[in-house]
């Protein structure tokens, strides 16, 4: 083979692979396209509580960390300003509409050590929770920068209520 067939040969193997890649993440956006992100504000009266710089590193389907969602503004990996109040959690991902989840949509939270493909020390990201409708929950891993996995587990769990829960002591 000459050096411009193996040239040829390389090109077409990469748009080929490039033109699957594509077809699948179509084929995942349509499939999620009913799961929708609570876009919008904090309501004016939240007091805040505490604020995180963290890593957002995916959304996927409840108790199955390897199964990326394709959610508008929560698709791809992004830093993220992490906003507690008392009346939910704002995520400020780079270059998408605020996700605010009000508390009542918040299933639960907790710490994990995997998702997708970020595997960290043990609990060392943050497992949110969340409802975006009333029959389906999904789970958004956050990886705080600047503070402990713990303290931002800790402060979400404290704007739940009691029995919302099952990480309250």
Known sequence: MTREGALALTAI?????????????WRRSRR?????????????????ISTFAALYVATTRHGE??????????GFRSKADVTVTDAGVALDLT??????????RIADVA??????DRVVERDGLVRLSWRP????????????QDASARALADA???ILPQNQTGTRA
Do not use: C, K, M, N
């Open 65 to 74: 960390p390897l199964e990326r969602l394709a959610i508008t503004g929560l």
């Open 156 to 158: 979400v769990t404290g």
């Open 13 to 25: 193997a990469v748009l080929a692979l490039v033109a699957v890649l594509a077809w699948a993440w």
């Open 111 to 116: 710490q994990a050590t995997v998702a997708i």
């Open 32 to 48: 999620d396209a009913g799961l929708r992100a609570p876009v919008g504000d904090a309501p004016a009266a939240a007091r805040v």
């Open 95 to 104: 270059g998408q509409p605020r996700v605010f989840l009000p508390v009542e």
């Open 133 to 144: 409708d009333d029959a389906t929950v999904v789970d958004s891993y956050l990886r705080p």
